[in-house]
């Protein structure tokens, strides 16, 4: 017969009685154990494929908006390309053709080229 300690509560003596004479490792060792450590090993693998690198993203994304600088040529989500002409705090003035400029939000900054990129590109 196993001692059990008074303190327990009522939920974990009822775990220690369901687990056998093995106790954790008899527990651990059965079909639920397993259940347990699978389950256990899929929440860590969702973690270090899809959770940690779209927090780098993110963080290279706010990196990436942070630095921006008038003269700098971004281009939006939607596809949108032009010249930064003014910065504010979570807008930005950009120039998509000559005198016309318009207000965007940050947020929707997908890519930031600096001035020289801009200049090396064959494209415009």
Not at 12 to 26: C, F, H, Q, R
Not at 54 to 70: F, L, N, S, V
Not at 77 to 84: E, M, P, Q, T, Y
């Amino acid at each position: 017969m196993h001692l059990i300690p008074a303190t327990l509560s009522p939920a974990l003596l009822s775990m220690a009685v369901a687990a056998g004479p093995d106790g954790l490792m008899g527990f651990l060792g059965g079909p639920s154990g397993q259940l347990v450590f699978y389950g256990v090993l899929m929440v860590g693998l969702m973690y270090f494929m899809i959770i940690r690198p779209q927090q780098r993203r993110a963080k290279e994304h706010a990196t990436k908006i942070g630095g921006i600088k008038r003269g700098d040529t971004v281009i939006l989500a939607s596809g949108l390309i032009g010249k930064v002409v003014r910065v504010e705090d979570q807008e930005l003035g950009l120039e998509i053709a000559q005198n016309v400029t318009v207000k965007v939000v940050k947020a929707l900054v997908h890519e930031v080229r600096a001035r020289t990129e801009a200049a090396n590109d064959p494209k415009g």
